[in-house]
């Protein structure tokens, strides 16, 4: 099993539309958790940063984490065809920086 | 801020020539930088983590010999493919971390495509 499992996609939605990206974990050791969006190409931006578990909320993006659960989403209100990129989620222990990353969940937004 | 530079962008090199990527940190100093490999709608693949001054710490099953880590300063860092071969061919991604970063958080640079011919 690996440690952090996430849908790799392709997901395609039509523009306007809510999206929701999720991770799931095995290691209870982790403590911060992140969104990286990568564009086709490029290198992974950051969008979402959290401490331990609770929301977040940046603009259209909102970020959750359930600990108990070992589970964490974004959500995209109102997605545009600009979001249409691979979303990939990041998590850590907190010690020495070493992040862990999901497959990456492969999004389209349609016009 | 926390911009992430990489140069050259894309490189195409003959089998058994080596290669060297930099990577900078443009506007803070970064006491950590992490070498990534990146296959096609694969996920990130950590190849080393690299610490100003010191040596590398690379990833069970990434060789040392061929790819050279030096991270000298607390802006460049460099990776060295020596004896490139065509199954080196990928997408090379470093990121950053510096004191005034959030815990953990990483910038990336927007990576380097290798093409070994």
């Known amino acids: 099993q690996k440690e952090v499992e996430q849908d790799p996609g392709p997901l395609s939605v039509p523009e306007g539309a809510i999206v929701s990206l999720n991770c799931t974990y095995s290691?209870?050791?982790?403590?911060?958790f992140m969104w990286y969006r990568q564009y086709s190409r490029k290198g992974p931006e950051l969008l979402m940063y959290?401490?331990?578990?609770g929301n977040k909320e940046d603009g259209r993006f909102t970020a959750q984490v359930d600990k108990s659960s070992k589970y964490i989403s974004l959500f995209i209100r109102d997605s545009q065809p600009s979001d249409s990129a691979t979303y990939l989620c990041a998590m850590s222990e907190g010690q020495g920086g070493k992040l862990i990353f999901g497959q990456g969940t492969e999004l389209s937004v349609k016009p | 801020g926390a911009v992430v530079s990489q140069h050259p962008s894309r490189v195409i090199c003959k089998s058994g020539t080596s290669v060297k990527i930099e990577c900078r940190s443009l506007?803070?100093?970064?006491?950590?930088m992490f070498w990534y490999r990146q296959f096609p709608k694969k996920s990130l693949m950590l190849m080393a983590t690299s610490n100003e001054g010191s040596k590398a710490t690379y990833e069970q099953g990434v060789e040392k010999d061929k790819f050279l880590i030096n991270h000298a300063s607390l802006t460049l860092s460099t990776l060295t493919v020596t004896s490139a071969h065509p199954e080196d061919s990928s997408f090379y991604i470093c990121s950053a971390t510096g004191s005034q970063s959030l815990a953990d958080t990483q910038y990336f640079g927007p990576g380097t495509r290798l093409t070994v011919l």
């Open positions: 290691n209870s050791a982790f403590q911060y």
């Open positions: 506007d803070f100093q970064a006491t950590t």
């Open positions: 959290t401490y331990s578990s």
